[in-house]
């Protein structure tokens, strides 16, 4: 490893500890109440708990079967079956919960590489799956977005966030809806970087080709989110806020918004922030609020770690492995099969000692 490489690293390290630094220092200087805390976990009703714990397990068997269905439209046969899908998504979920970025979409990729045959541009395919299923989120996501700015009480600060989101969003969407259309695919080894990766992107979009497959994606999608509001409904009950829907839509979005660049695991402490400054809209004390916030992310934490820790477990996958992923893809972004056999098969090793496969 180069010592340029190791200065990057660090400097990306000091950088990410000061403002989590300076972070911790706001929460505690203008925080909630710590002392109110420990009370509102004292009368945390468990029942709504539990219901809450299931209908968000209930949301990821939702998104699984939504990025097998993009899947199934961006490569041949043999495709990857539900259960294997799901164990991909798993571990996902856990990479991201634990690791800072989003390694997590590339985690999904090893397990499922790992586990089919061996094919020439499987990798690029189906990181492109994983970009054409968030592109799914989208939908979902600004459905909600335009029903909180219509029915929720938002406080002013948060109503510009919401905006630049829609504006955003949109544009990511008919991006890679443009994308898919075109049939023409550049020639990688030609390309820059850029260039390779939004056309390694669109090798999993598929699935924008095929009207039905899309709508099936675009409804489990929306399907998925509908449990997550539910959840996040059903998890307020749980702290005593007996706020409207709209309020838990608000917690939602906000919460997504919050996570969008996660500096550091789960953005502790930002993400109960931008959870309990809302609720004191709706009457909410804010350490009852920031309490609910600590509850809500360690519900959504438990299923995710969880069940990513069984499946992690199953398909022989360590954090050293996740934390190694992004070197992975970005040897495979710049592979050139025609013009460097060598690196190819350098990648392919690579990929392979990362999956476990020998």
């Known amino acids: 490893m180069s010592f340029s490489v190791l200065r990057s690293r660090w400097v990306r390290v000091a950088a990410i500890a000061v403002l989590a630094a300076g972070v911790g220092a706001m929460l505690w200087w203008r925080g909630p109440d710590w002392d109110a805390i420990p009370d509102a976990f004292q009368a945390v009703l468990w029942q709504w ?11 990821i068997i939702v998104r699984s079967m939504a990025w097998q269905t993009v899947i199934s439209q961006a490569m041949p046969p ?19 919960a634990v690791l800072p970025g989003r390694i997590g979409e590339l985690a999904r990729v090893a397990v499922l590489t790992r586990k089919m045959p061996s094919r020439n541009g499987s990798w690029a395919t189906l990181v492109g ?9 989208l939908i979902p996501a600004l459905l909600l977005i335009v029903y909180v700015l219509v029915t929720a009480k938002i406080p002013e600060w948060a109503i510009t966030s919401l905006i630049a989101v829609v504006a955003v969003g949109s544009g990511l969407f008919l991006l890679a809806f443009a994308s898919a259309r075109r049939q023409q695919r550049s020639v990688l080894e030609e390309a820059g970087t850029l260039r ?9 979009l598929a699935v924008m080709h095929a009207p039905l497959p899309a709508a099936l994606a675009c409804l489990l999608q ?16 749980a702290f005593h806020i007996h706020s409207a829907l709209p309020a838990a839509g608000l917690v939602l979005v906000l919460m997504n918004v919050a996570t969008i660049f996660p500096l550091w695991p789960g953005n502790v402490g930002l993400t109960q922030a931008a959870i309990a400054l809302p609720l004191v809209q709706y009457g909410v004390a804010y350490a009852r609020g920031f309490a609910f916030g600590i509850g809500l992310q360690a519900i959504e934490a438990s299923v995710g770690v969880g069940i990513g820790l069984i499946f992690l477990g199953r398909e022989g996958l360590s954090f050293a492995v996740l934390r190694r992923m992004p070197e992975v893809t970005e040897a495979d972004a710049g592979e050139q099969p025609e013009r460097n056999g060598g690196r190819l098969r350098r990648t392919q090793h690579e990929r392979s000692r990362l999956s476990g496969r020998p």
């Not at 799901?86 to 996902?92: D, I, L, P």
């Not at 054409?132 to 989120?137: I, L, N, P, S, T």
């Open 129 to 137: 799956t994983v970009f054409a299923h968030r592109v799914f989120d």
């Open 49 to 59: 708990v539990a219901v809450a714990v299931g209908l968000n397990l209930l949301s």
């Open 196 to 204: 390779r990766v939004v056309t390694m992107a669109r090798y999993g």
């Open 222 to 237: 929306c399907l998925a989110w509908l449990c997550q509001l539910f959840a996040v409904y059903t998890a307020m009950r």
């Open 78 to 96: 043999p495709r990857p079956r539900l259960p294997l899908v799901f164990s991909a998504f798993c571990v996902g979920l856990l990479a991201n």
